[in-house]
């Protein structure tokens, strides 16, 4: 696997169901490590500049405190504070930043900006580039969800998952969390459904990739705009944002899809071992019950801490 070694991590799509697998079982011996308290230098005296066009809690911690235990340093760079706010070039930025360190990692959601953003600074740097949430991808969130479902269900293949949620193109917001959810986990044999209102679809190309994928690796992908059947016997659910998002799309509120909120009654619907996962952070009381995801099917934390030991391996694999 030292071919990872330079590799950009980008979208999920250009990395191998093995090299995938690499990265989870990285994360997974990372953790065991970091549980131990046994030093793990994979990085010393490396450095990765984190470029941040918008706020974060989890990826931006993973990633300075995970740069800090492989022994090396991340930069935070406010981008605001960035020449790149006087208009300075994604081609400049990259090809310097990468001239002063061995990689650089970017979060740029804004829509149809970000993706575009990381791929053109991708094109001229001269390391890798790891995307921290875009636009249309969520790469660290994806191989975090698949580590934490591992180890929650211990098997992938035939588990029932549920995102219940999604943005439409139309609407201008990132759609980075279903989407990579819907492409990557039928490629580990999973049964998806995406279940969202009428109106918020994902782009066609996603749907037909992900039925591909399904195609492919033993899984299934349907979409539904009947939540409760989404609900029903599933053993992973991730039910995400009706609340916090939909208060920002022009002429869609929070009572239009309260009806979406993640509750007690729709929980019972799914399998009595089913776990509730969000990426977090969660609009609580909008979107979900503080008992769904205070009780013991949520698996949130846990969900939020692989964050960490999966970007520590992306990074470890790649710089
Ligand atoms: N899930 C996630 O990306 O969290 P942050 O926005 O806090 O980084």
Redesign the pocket.
Known sequence: YSHLKGKHFITLREWTNAEIEMVLDVASDLKRRFYMGEPTPLLQYKTIALMFFE??????NSMEMGMAQLGGHANYLDTSTMQISHGESAKDTGVILSSFGHGIACRYCNWGLGNAYLNEMAKYASRPVINL?CDLY?PM?GVADLMTIREVKKKTDGLKVSIIWAYATSHKKPISVPLTQALLFPRFGMQVTLAHPKGFELPDWVIEEAKENARLYNGSFVVTDDMESAYKDADVVIPKNWGSWSGKIPNVSIEDFKDWKCTESVMALADEKAVYMH???ADRGNEVEDSIIDGSQSIVYQEAENRLHTAKAVMALTL
């Open positions: 706020a974060s809690t989890r990826t931006r949430q969520h969130q990426a977090l952070p």
